[in-house]
């Protein structure tokens, strides 16, 4: 639904068809509301006359393609270990094994506790570096 911009305060008269592209200011004259109100509109119109050529709806937008990393594993952990807050922060890009399965792993990403007592805990997302075995609880 389109706004009527065309009322007090702004007076946007803005047309398509009358094909303005450039607003002259008086100089030693205060730039009035109007004025920048109708650079703004010329603006987003030409942005939108441009985005509508260049791209199509459902175009494809090159170098944004989507890339899903089934390999990799998430983890979740305890809010606390051994009294102190596990801070997973600082495991970003280190390398981590599991103490049964020997499963190696580095930490791709890792996401903070989400107030752990109503939410999410600690979680590491983890890369294999081996084919060996897996985490296990």
Do not use: C
Not at 119 to 127: A, L, R, Y
């Amino acid at each position: 639904m389109a706004i009527n911009f065309n009322t007090d305060p702004y007076y946007d008269d803005f047309s398509a068809d009358k094909d303005f592209h450039r607003i002259l200011f008086k100089p030693g004259v205060a730039v009035q509301a109007r004025e920048l109100t109708q650079l703004q509109t010329i603006l987003q119109n030409q942005i939108s006359k441009f985005g509508d050529h260049v791209f199509q709806d459902g175009s494809r937008v090159i170098g944004a393609e989507i890339y899903v990393d089934n390999k990799v594993k998430s983890v979740r952990l305890k809010p606390t270990y051994s009294g102190n807050d596990v801070d997973v922060t600082k495991m970003l890009n280190l390398y981590v094994r599991g103490t049964t399965s020997g499963f190696v792993g580095e930490v791709k990403y890792v996401y903070p506790a989400d107030n752990p007592t109503v939410g999410d805990p600690p979680t590491i997302i983890i890369k294999p570096a081996n084919t060996v075995g897996s985490f296990v609880a």
